[in-house]
């Protein structure tokens, strides 16, 4: 049997912590990660992207939720494929986004939405569980699935570890508020 990893929940205070977070990310992402960003409606999946995007080099600028493209790519330190299932309907629809086609051991991936349509990911991904705990404030769980994606969740924990990020508090949790004219 495979051991998880005992990695603790994060807390992510404020959009610019998520930034940072992001960036730490970047920094430490290999060639073939895959990342399945799980979260409600302005959870912080796409700010999460933004900071990654950073943290590669890349042009966040043009960094925006891909919801209604389905695909972004953005070329920094490595390629990176950012993703939003939110839309697609149906398994058959992915292969005409050539989804399979966005996993390989070159590019790195972000999925937003990853929940929707699991058996369409790879099996070795690192899942990011974002919530709301207060307006400002998200909590981040973390799910390794596989050899490739405990590395890189090592590679997350220590160089968290090295900026200093806090882990779990115990602040109460609140609902997100609905943003209907977002979707
Ligand atoms: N700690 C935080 N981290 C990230 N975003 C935060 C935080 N606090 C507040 N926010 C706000 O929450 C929103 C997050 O939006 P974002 O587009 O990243 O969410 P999302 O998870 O991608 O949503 P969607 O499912 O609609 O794509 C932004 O408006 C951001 O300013
Ligand atoms: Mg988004």
Same mark, same amino acid.
């Given at each position: 049997m495979v051991k998880s990893l005992d990695v603790p929940d994060l807390v992510l205070a404020s959009p610019q912590q998520t930034d940072s977070f992001g960036q730490t990310i970047g920094k430490v992402l290999r060639r073939g990660d895959v990342l399945a960003l799980v979260g409600e409606?302005? =959870?912080g999946k796409t700010a999460l992207v933004r900071g990654i995007v950073t943290g590669l080099g890349g @042009? *966040? =600028?043009? *960094?925006?939720? @891909?919801?209604?493209?389905l695909m972004h790519e953005y070329q920094g330190r490595l390629r990176l494929i950012h993703l939003d !299932?939110?839309? !697609?309907?149906? @398994?058959?629809e992915a292969e005409s986004i050539g989804l399979s086609a966005c996993f390989t051991n070159d590019t790195v991936a972000a999925i937003e939405? =990853?929940?929707?349509?699991?058996? !369409? !990911? @790879? =099996?070795?991904l690192l899942e990011v569980r974002l919530s709301h705990r207060t307006r400002t404030t998200r909590m981040v769980k973390f799910d390794a699935r596989g050899a490739r994606s405990r590395s890189l969740l090592t590679r997350i924990h220590r160089a968290c570890h090295a900026v200093g990020f806090s882990t779990r508090s115990s602040q109460p949790t609140t609902r997100p508020r609905r943003k209907a004219s977002q979707r």
């Open positions: 409606l302005g =959870a @042009p *966040v =600028a043009s *960094v925006t939720s @891909p919801t209604f493209m !299932l939110y839309r !697609l309907q149906r @398994p058959e939405w =990853a929940d929707r349509f699991p058996d !369409l !990911l @790879p =099996a070795d």
